[in-house]
């Protein structure tokens, strides 16, 4: 990332009234805040509720349900006109990956998170949304039959399994010619075709060997990784030690084109991948030893006959729910859930707007269509529709879903009397008001001609239809004073953008001077990244294969005050379990103009001070930079200057460029972010 700033610090007459070494001032319980901190906002806007502003949405993670979660966002949009949602199929391990970092606002995984992962993302709500099931497809397309047999290879899971240890590497195995007796197979090796990302489709396909090839549960196991699995990508100078043989694709849509384009390739996709491409692909013994087609009703019979008692929530440990070899005679016997990953506590995510609900309540209304409407759409794609009970699930789910909301709006009155000459004669008076504030305004005027007031947000001297919420009633002065009250929030992104300097004036009289109505921001999330969330260069030196660190402050520049929570994590290197010593500390109404030092010591890792500097020249540097008060810290002014920034845009009369730190041209979250990742940072170190 480049910064655009020559390290010039300015002196901002800040004081620094407080400086506080945080210890664990309480803990909070895993289910969620204290009682008595923050108050969660309710966020539930009926279906058939048009939401207020046009939002965009992201979403990222797993390739088995893109299909589906395209056709998702293309029929929400049509009922949704103002929402535009994006999904990014990158592999479930890219979707857990996106969930650590809060990059987008909900993650996708055919993997649920283990109970060490739901350490490192506290309160993430699992929201099973579609089920599919994995195919064993293959290349083998010029194959003689003694007999047309209209079906697929037949394949037993512990064949599969020795396919992939290389064990059985020729097509005219015996093992293989077994299964099949009226099929003619090639003397030609075998090319296993296997995922080169993070994958879930990997860990339910491996799930299912683990179940029925002891070797593979003792070798390998479970895993949504292929790097330590055996085998060579040297077809053609191969020993007898090197099998099997295998090619690679990122995602499922890359794995079907792998085995699609290349002849004797043997792989495992998703059900629609492998039905919208015509591949052809194996029939699956199941426990009654029957061999299945992969279809939806078969697949739906995994979670008809499923046995095994669900987790009550979304928030309970789901890492133990699967729906493989499930019992039934024509039961498919790889299936599984596939879930949509969210936070309950929306502050986390830097992309939502802790002013302004709009972005909160179209994820929330989304999520809500998605396992209702959506899965209407389910058979089309060759997925299985949610079960009733698990509609109930999630629907719990979503209902828990809270944005909080620290500080109160409270109601602002001016009085402004309109003449040919401007407001208030020609004085027109700024207002100022912080977001989410009512404001009432009286309107008077000693005029027979006609006056309107309105907030001119694109400066075009024209009322135009997007501003028509901020215009007032027609006034003259037979209409006496007249009160006309409005909320300056709610704007689409083509108006009144929602923090900034605005122009307000008379829709009859536009040219003349007119106004100032400036909007502030009136809190902000500050989310604390994990540890390896941001480049090691801009964090301090700390084991981050030890510690994370994660959770959220929330600024509220009404009150002055800033609170949150804060988790620290201590993780085996090696392992990757968590030990024992998870924290949580309180950040409870600390003042804004605060120095502080987060002491989280994590057990048996006794690390001091998260907040200590780097010694790098390059660490220096950056330290000066986001030292824009010049006070020698990194503290809890410049999150409160950046705060009061937020909104302003370069060349802007409200745009600070120290501010401004990422060097992007507009002061926003991300801002703030990485000032709060780098809070506690002290000059006096070098």
Known sequence: MSLNHSGIVRKLSLVVILVAILGPAGVLPRGGMQSGQNVGMPLSPGNNKALNLNVSLTGAGATFPQPLIANWTTMYHRQYANTSITYSGIGSGGG???????????????????????????????????????????????????????????????????????????????AIQALNPHTIFPHHNITTVRRSDSSGTTFVFTGFLTL????????????SVTTNWPGSTNGLNCGTNCFPLFLTGNGNGNLAAKIINNSYTFGYVELNYALKHNMTYAYVQNPALKFIQPTVQTTKFAVENLTSVLPSSGLSDWSGVNLLNAPGSQTYPIASFTYILVYQELNVYPRMNNNETSQASALINFLRWAVHTGQTFSDGN?????????????????????????????????????SSTGWNGTSNPSLSVFSNDTVTLLLSTSEATNHQFYIDSVNNHVLDNNESSTASPVFTSSSGTISFTFTPTGFNSASLPRFGVFTYRDSFNPAVSAGSFTLLNQQAAGPFPSRGDIASKLLPVVDNTRVSLIGSLIIDFRTNLVSGNITVVAVDKNSGAVLPGTKWYVVANLPLLSKFILNVPASP???????????????????????????GAIDISELAVCGSAVGGLVNTSNYNGKA?????????????????????QIQAFH
Do not use: C
């Open 96 to 174: 857990r990956n996106a969930l650590w970092n809060k990059t987008t606002d909900f993650a996708a995984s055919d993997a649920p998170l283990s109970p060490a992962q739901r350490y490192l993302a506290p309160n993430v709500l699992h929201i099973p949304e579609t089920i599919g099931s994995v195919v064993l497809a293959y290349n083998l397309t010029k194959i003689p039959s003694f007999a047309d047999v209209p079906k697929g290879l037949n394949f037993t899971g512990n064949l599969i399994g020795k396919i992939y240890l290389g064990q059985v590497n020729l097509w005219d195995d015996p």
């Open 382 to 418: 060759f997925y299985v529709p949610l079960p009733s009970a698990v509609v109930a699930i999630d629907d719990a789910s979503i209902n828990s879903i809270r944005l909080t909301i620290k500080s109160q709006s409270v109601h602002r009155t001016f009085h402004l009397t309109a």
């Open 605 to 631: 890792y006794d690390l001091g001070p998260i907040a200590i500097a780097s010694t790098s020249p390059s660490y220096t540097m950056r330290l000066r930079e986001l030292d824009f008060t010049g006070d």
């Open 212 to 223: 029925d090839n002891s070797d593979w549960a003792s070798s390998i196991g479970q895993t």
């Open 660 to 680: 401004d730190v990422n060097a992007d041209g507009t002061i926003d979250i991300s801002d703030i972010v990485l000032i709060a990742s780098n809070v506690g």
